[in-house]
């Protein structure tokens, strides 16, 4: 439910966005890259702030779903206020729910590359407590009063709402895992103390977040999590085509892990079928597709969705259910934003694949940053 709670705990993020910009001042990011990404992740708000604003009623009427919306207000004798968005308050809402994002962004960077080899494994930590923690509902009666979501399948999510969201923390902590692990190893090599425990303890954290996707029940997360998975391998270290030649064992345990996940792919690819398990979910994201152009170009406005979308008059209003989300990141940012949205999003991909391609050609290779980078991908898939 939407509460004046929701508001105020987004707003808890102000003061570590502060912070951490007073440190970014103070010790200004060198990198261009990151410079970039700064800005970027700075437009992001600042679009709803704009879709609060008020334009020229010839501007306002560019869009031609909002003719309906201006003929029914003439014939009321109602005035509109002429900002962007058909829903200032909701957009006031989403623009706070986006601080929560912005403080992990700056208050990441902030921390420094200390700061941030405690951060991952913290986060990796949290995604295995959520783990424990779903595995603990799953064994509660349907009606006690621990569960969270008493009306959503098993509970498994543990603090996520649902399957999907529990599959992609599930990926974000396999490929934590992978990459600590595959630093362990790294520095093993190098001659440094070994540590066999904390060797087996991310080995055995990324089986375990393998091993718990298909309970998800999320029809996509297990073929993400083992596309993922080989590219971690590949990527990482673990898995080197340079030692593989020269280790006849090493080969074919390469070769065997390649196969299974090879396997996994070809039966997993069997969930992903649209016309059957997913057609309603596909059939409306063509429909939010299409009632977004009516909308162009600057969108309906930030959290508007819902209204603006029944408003629109679509066969998949014909469900039985609310419809309170596209089910489809990008059909909703181009219905809510428009094409400053599309453009913020390719801004964005453009600076994720020029980090990727530094991070693959770096010598040596940082296996924790390409593993979270992965994961930042795993998540926009």
Known sequence: DVTATDEWLALLALPVILVGAFLLLEDPPVSRLVRAGLLVAAMIPVLPMLQLFPVPAGIWNWSPARDAIADELAAVGGATRHAWTLWPEATERALYALLPAMACFLGAL???????????????????????????????????????????????????????????????????????????????????????????????????????????????????????????????????????????????????LLAVAALGLFAASGWLDFKRADAQRYGLAQDVLAAGTTHAPFGSGAGTFVDSFAQSGSPSLGMSELINHAHNEYAQWWFEAGWPGIALLLAALVLLASTGWRLIRARPRDPVAIVCWLAVCAMLV
């Open 110 to 256: 902030a921390l420094g590359m200390r700061g941030r080899r405690v951060l991952v494994p913290l986060a990796l930590a949290l995604v295995l407590a959520n783990l424990v923690f779903g595995f603990f509902q799953v064994g509660l009666p349907p009606d006690s009063p621990m569960r969270l979501y008493t009306d959503n399948g098993t509970g498994f999510g543990g603090v996520l709402v649902n399957g999907n969201h529990q599959g992609t923390a599930l990926i974000v902590g396999m490929l934590l895992s992978l990459g600590l692990w595959a630093r362990q190893r790294r520095q093993l090599r190098q001659g440094r103390a070994p540590q066999p425990l904390k060797n087996a303890a991310f080995a055995t954290a990324a089986l375990a977040c393998l091993a718990s996707v298909p309970l998800t029940g999320s029809s996509g997360a297990m073929l993400i999590a083992l596309g993922a998975l080989v590219a971690a391998l590949l990527t990482s270290g673990l898995l080197d085509p340079r030692r593989l030649r020269r280790s006849r064992i090493a080969m074919a345990g390469g070769v065997g």
